[in-house]
């Protein structure tokens, strides 16, 4: 699996365009601070009339000393949604010192991947 999405890859492994809708995605710590965790709740219900099989992610658009922001994504879990079904989730993500990646304080966000399609997000702090 790539981190992208690819779609030609992802359809070859069974893993169609998602029929969903996006019902919640609430951030539960709007203000994260280094060492501490950023932590969200979300909610989504099928509209496909068979079941589907999804991969989901949320990537994080970490802030940058430019000002810009850099997604990073993580696997997060797959699942076969049945047809109507509803599957929630929480996640909690860690916020520490990588040497890959310096924290800057600032607006970041958080979004919800589903066999590489965004499906929406929310912003929280830094600081």
Not at 6 to 15: E, I, K, M, N
Not at 62 to 88: D, E, I, Y
Request: proline share 2%; aromatic share 8%.
């Amino acid at each position: 699996m790539t981190e992208s999405g690819h779609r030609g890859a992802l359809d070859v492994l069974g893993y169609d365009s998602p029929k969903l809708t996006l019902d919640r995605f609430d951030v539960v710590s709007e203000t994260v601070s280094l060492g501490g965790a950023l932590e969200f709740e979300v909610e989504i219900t099928s509209t496909a009339k068979a079941d589907q099989r999804l991969i989901i992610d949320y990537v994080v658009h970490h802030m940058r000393a430019n000002g810009n922001s850099k997604p990073k994504v993580f696997k997060w879990k797959t699942a076969t949604l049945k047809a109507g079904a509803t599957l929630t989730g929480k996640k909690k993500q860690a916020i520490s010192v990588i040497t890959t990646r310096h924290n800057y304080a600032g607006r970041h966000r958080v979004e919800l991947s589903v066999n590489g399609k965004c499906f929406g997000g929310a912003d929280f702090f830094f600081s």
